[in-house]
Every structure is written in C-alpha cells, then in structure tokens.
C-alpha cells in the first residue's frame, strides 16, 4: 500500500468505507430480534437500476460446521452503492432466504450514525486546520472546492475518517441516493422477519485507524491524495477499478487489485495490514464459529467485507482450520 491504497482497500475491508460513513453496533455484538415478518423474498434486484445484470460469480460460500444441523453461508461484499454491485444474483438472495439469520461486520441499526459521529471527529475545539500541515489543509480544501463541495464542514473530521472519504468523490453524487450493499441485505433480512446483528462492534472497528497515531494519519491521508493524483494522469478510476474486480468474482485478481501498491517492507503497510485484516479475520472466525455453535440447528449469512476472504489468514481458511467444510456457490 505505502498507504496509498490503504483506503481503497476499505471498501472490500471495513464497514465504515460507505459515503456517509454510514455504519453502526450497538453495546457489544449483541444480535438485534427481528420485526415481525412482512414480505415474502426480497425483490430480485433491489435498489439495482433496472436492466442491471448481477455478477455471476458472486463471493458466496455455504458453510457446513461441525454438529450444524443446517448450513450457513459466508459472503464477500464491497461497501460501495455500486448498481450492478447491488444487483443481488439469484444464489445470494437464496440464500439470504434460507437462513434464519444475517450478521454483517456491524449491526447497521438507525442509531449506529448518532454514535459513529462523535467517534470519526476530532476533539472539541480542533480542527484540521490544526493537525494537517498548511499545504496539504489548501489541497483538501481546494479538492472538495473542485467538486462543489464545502470543506468547511468536514474539517472536524479525523485525518484517517477524512481519507476514507476522499476515495469517494469522484462518485460521491451517483452513490449518495444509494444505500451499500451490506445495508441492503440488512434491510431485506429485516423485512424477511430474521435475526440481524454485526460481528464486531463499532469502537472495534474504528480503532483500526484511531491507533494509528496523529502522524501516521496525516502520512496516510497525504498518500491518498497522492495516489488519486497518480490515477488522474493514468486515466484511471480507482474506485471504477475496484468494483469491476469484484464484480469479475476472480479471487487472485481482486487480490492483485487491492494489494496493487502495498509494500511488504514498510513498517506502517505492515501495521495497517495487521490491524485493518489479519486481526480482525481472527476475531470474525471466532465470532462466525460462536455464533453457529450457540444455535446449531439455524442455518446463518455472514457479510463481511470480500478482503477477508482473499488471504491465506482470511476467514474462510480460519474456520476451515476449525474444521468447516466451505464450497464456494455457484461454483465457478
């Protein structure tokens, strides 16, 4: 990454990547009770444009655990509003159907955004004006300015929260209608009547980058802004990029996309590595395990997001490590 590609790599890696930054977990990891049940199947496409034909290789495994009565699955989503990313092909949505209950990475709750809030901002009275260095606050600023957006408002933010956000705007109006594909499939499995909840908590997951310290932070927003720089003089889309490689459904592939620019060698790629997927892989296959330990006889659908799916230390390799037996489906 040389930290560059850091924050694309969230959008396959943490919940927190979606425009509004739109992602919540309640006290602990506790799972949410399902409403009463409305409707029947979720819609084929939902939210997708219509005409929108889904991917075919969808990063969908059914799970078998050991004493499991029923199987659950594990999905590997992008948190980009993407249409055709939300065009949800028929072997996810059944799925979804079959299960009796859905887990994203957090629990994606209303009350999420009140409480990420005060977490992604900056003490009271600070601003970036007062972390980030006079040249790179002006290319910020003169970046949203460009896009017709107020960077006033934003100024309170974190300088990792803020590099997450930067990725985004060349999009930022064709996705802010849109809902992510992690907040769609929690929408439809409220709707079907089933148990939803989230693997991690949301202080979890913001610590990924709030442990990082001040200059690491600054270090990984200025190499953002460097990489889309980079990008624009190739003719290249970097978020256009990376959802094509996702929809391709090719492991090794989006793989190679996302690990594009990370640096083995570097202290910091190896530090954000550690924390952003080798720990928390480890923490979702053990909850993954927990959770279908404790109630056997359900069959379950974990989304998480497709980077913890790709390495040697991804979650399908830890529970497989466990003693599951994992298919991808349809088969490729």
């Known amino acids: 990454m040389t930290m560059r590609s850091a924050t694309l790599f969230l959008g396959l890696a943490l919940g927190l990547a979606a425009p509004a930054c739109t992602r919540d977990a309640p006290a602990g990891d506790a799972p949410v009770a399902p409403p009463a049940r409305t409707e029947a199947p979720p819609p084929a496409e939902p939210t997708a444009a219509d005409g929108v034909r889904p991917t075919e290789r969808p990063f969908l495994w059914r799970l078998e655990a050991p004493g499991a009565a029923k199987p659950s699955y594990l999905y590997g989503t992008i948190h980009v509003p993407d249409d055709q990313v939300l065009a949800l092909p028929s072997a996810v949505r059944q799925a979804l159907v079959a299960s009796d209950a859905l887990y994203t990475e957090v629990p994606m709750d209303p009350a999420m955004q009140l409480r990420m809030a005060p977490m992604i901002m900056l003490p009271e009275g600070k601003t970036l004006k007062d972390v980030l260095p006079v040249e790179l606050y002006s290319r910020l600023d003169k970046l949203f300015t460009q896009k017709g957006l107020p960077f006033a408002p934003l100024s309170k933010f974190k300088a990792w929260a803020i590099a997450t956000q930067v990725t985004l705007l060349d999009h930022i109006f064709e996705f802010a209608a849109k809902q992510p594909l992690d907040m769609q499939l929690y929408l439809n499995a409220q ?25 690491e932070q600054v270090r990984m927003l200025r190499e953002t802004l460097d990489m889309l720089d980079e990008f624009k003089r190739q003719g290249r889309d970097a978020i256009r990029e990376l959802v094509q490689a996702y929809l391709g459904g090719d492991e090794d592939k989006l793989l190679q996309a996302v690990m594009e620019s990370y ?13 952003l997927l080798s720990d928390r892989n480890q923490r979702m296959a053990e909850r993954i395990a927990a959770r279908i330990q404790a109630a056997p006889d359900k069959g379950m659908f974990f989304a998480v997001g497709a980077a913890h799916l790709l390495r040697e230390d991804g979650v399908g390799r830890l529970l497989e490590a466990r003693g599951y037996k994992l298919a991808r489906l349809p088969a490729p």
């Open 191 to 215: 709707s079907l009547g089933k148990q939803v909840g989230g693997l991690e908590t949301l202080e979890e997951q913001v610590a990924v980058f709030d442990g990082l310290s001040t200059e």
């Open 263 to 275: 640096d083995p060698t570097d202290p910091l790629d190896q530090k954000v590595m550690k924390r």
